[in-house]
């Protein structure tokens, strides 16, 4: 792959959740590019083992329940057996849940068979905290005791979502939020140690996660990408390589190395526009 700029990052050995996935997977790759150790951990193991497979010998996919504390010192096991310590975390795991997500942007008590407020299941809003809050809280438990002794950096993924709470998805809106106040509590607690942490809170891109929302079984954009568009005013989708040259800044000590407890939006401006 092309990276924007080469950092030098051969003495990190880096542990990913998500890493399957299709942000997580490409900061791996990116990674790897300048010469770090990743381990990629995801439940979905052969979507792990194919990000593996592209990197080569300096990559490791583990399957890891990121909800299980368990699996993550199992996972932590493996990763020190191969690599050695960890001292760079990507908490990447996260997503929404259709139980979480009502039909309606607002409320309209006159309709019938819609799936409003109410209808939302407690369930669903359960899981999304666990996939958002209980894993990046567990995952770091597990991995930042590699990183007392010598330092480390932790990047949270958040979302505009953190920034404006986005219509439909309560729950997601709310995790995202609870990420970024997450972000800044671990950075001041871990300030002593020299562990930074930082968030990088991504606008609206096209994954597998939200493409049903942003287009139509035949191609064409639905009304929810209309006005995604229409309020950011780089009037486009972001593409996930836009999100690598804000990785590398922090992934390198010698351009961050006095950067913690931020949450940086990539955009497009979207965060900043008031609608006027």
Request: charged share 20%.
């Amino acid at each position: 792959m092309s990276i924007p700029f080469q950092v030098n990052l051969s003495d990190r050995v880096i542990a990913i959740t998500g890493a399957g996935g299709v942000i997580c997977s490409e900061f791996a790759r990116a990674l790897a590019a300048c010469g770090a150790k990743v381990a990629l951990l995801d439940l979905n193991y052969d979507a792990a083992k194919k990000v593996e497979d592209e990197i080569g010998e300096n990559a490791l996919a583990v399957k890891c329940n990121c909800l299980e504390k368990e699996s993550i010192l199992q996972a932590k096991e493996a990763v020190n057996a191969r690599f050695g310590k960890v001292n760079f975390l990507i908490n990447g795991a996260g997503g929404n849940n259709p139980r979480a997500t009502t039909d309606n942007e607002t409320m309209t008590p006159d309709l019938t068979g819609v799936k409003d407020f109410f209808a939302l299941e407690e369930s669903g809003l359960r899981f999304v905290f666990d996939l958002n809050i209980t894993s990046a809280f567990l995952v770091t438990q597990v991995f930042a005791k590699d990183m007392l002794e010598t330092g480390g950096n932790i990047i949270n993924i958040s979302s505009m979502n953190a920034f404006r709470p986005l219509t439909k998805i309560p729950a997601y809106s709310a995790a995202k939020a609870g990420i970024s106040n997450f972000t800044e509590w671990l950075a001041v607690h871990f300030a002593p140690c020299n562990i930074r942490c930082n968030a990088i809170a991504p606008g609206f891109f096209v994954t597998n996660q939200n493409r049903a929302l942003l287009y139509n079984a035949d191609g064409t954009p639905t009304a929810r990408t209309g006005k995604i568009l229409a309020a950011t005013p780089m009037k486009k989708f972001g593409e996930i390589s836009d999100l690598v040259g804000c990785l590398l800044f922090l992934a390198d000590d010698k351009a961050s190395g006095f950067v913690t407890g931020t949450v940086i939006p990539v955009d497009g401006g979207f965060s900043a526009y008031s609608g006027v």
